[in-house]
């Protein structure tokens, strides 16, 4: 569980990281007009394309462009269409591995991640292989030093969450709820001053495996080379590794 924490609080680091190259606002201009296609382009009644605009503003896209991939998304402007996608797959001592992904060219895309598995140690596996292992929950990481726990927990657990998980061995805590309240946790919190680390709408898994010197090398590698594909959105894995080497690798 604290290994999706872990890599979660990377990824925020490094996507702030990969805006100044252009693959964050990649990732969030597809996953802005697929948002846009599925459920239309007001916010208010779209909960997956507020999430994708919050994404946006946290990498500082400017406006002008996340309006643009709206338009894009319910036709008002010409673009390319994507199609979503989640392969499954198996990491380094038979880790579980989830990635979904936004593709024009499926042919290309598969192609893709099946190298990069191959290429760090892993294999891609076949629909239904490892997703029995994870479950569709929302994720909110709120870092220890800013709130007490007993506070936290009677606050989210008034805003409708389910649990506040408390690694001793992780720097923040982890409020889990369901999909469905997810918007309403994440407002709340910040309506009362507390402050978010990270925050999605995730596939938790239900067990971890725990990784240790070459095979957290090997794991966290294979996470990272499928983050750099474009097509790529999001990848998630039962694994557990050490602060020490997440922090390592994430720099």
Request: glycine letters at 10%; a negative charge.
């Amino acid at each position: 569980m604290s290994g999706h924490n872990k890599w979660s609080s990377i990824k925020h680091r490094k996507g702030k990281a990969d805006a100044q190259r252009g693959r964050a606002f990649t990732k969030i201009t597809r996953e802005l007009i697929t948002a846009a296609k599925i459920g239309g382009g007001d916010p208010d009644g779209n909960a997956r394309l507020r999430q994708a605009i919050t994404a946006a503003r946290a990498v500082n896209m400017p406006n002008d462009n996340i309006q643009r991939a709206i338009k894009k998304g319910t036709g008002e402007l010409e673009g390319v269409t994507y199609e979503e996608y989640l392969y499954e797959g198996y990491g380094p001592h038979g880790v579980a591995v989830l990635v979904k992904v936004l593709t024009d060219n499926k042919n290309r895309t598969v192609a893709d991640i099946r190298h990069v598995f191959s290429k760090h140690n892993g294999n891609l596996g076949e629909a239904g292989c490892v997703n029995w292992m994870f479950s569709k929950q929302g994720s909110v990481t709120v870092g220890k030093e800013s709130i007490e726990e007993e506070k936290l927990f009677d606050l989210a657990i008034e805003l409708g969450a389910e649990d506040v998980v408390n690694d001793p061995e992780a720097r923040e805590y982890e409020i889990r709820c369901e999909p469905e309240v997810f918007d309403e946790l994440k407002r709340g919190l910040e309506e009362k001053g507390v402050a978010i680390h990270t925050a999605e709408v995730a596939m938790l898994p239900q067990s971890t495996v725990h990784l240790e010197g070459k095979a957290a090398d090997q794991m966290l590698r294979l996470m990272s080379a499928l983050e750099e594909s474009d097509d790529v959105q999001n990848v998630w894995a039962n694994f557990d590794i050490s602060d020490e080497a997440m922090e390592a690798f994430g720099g």
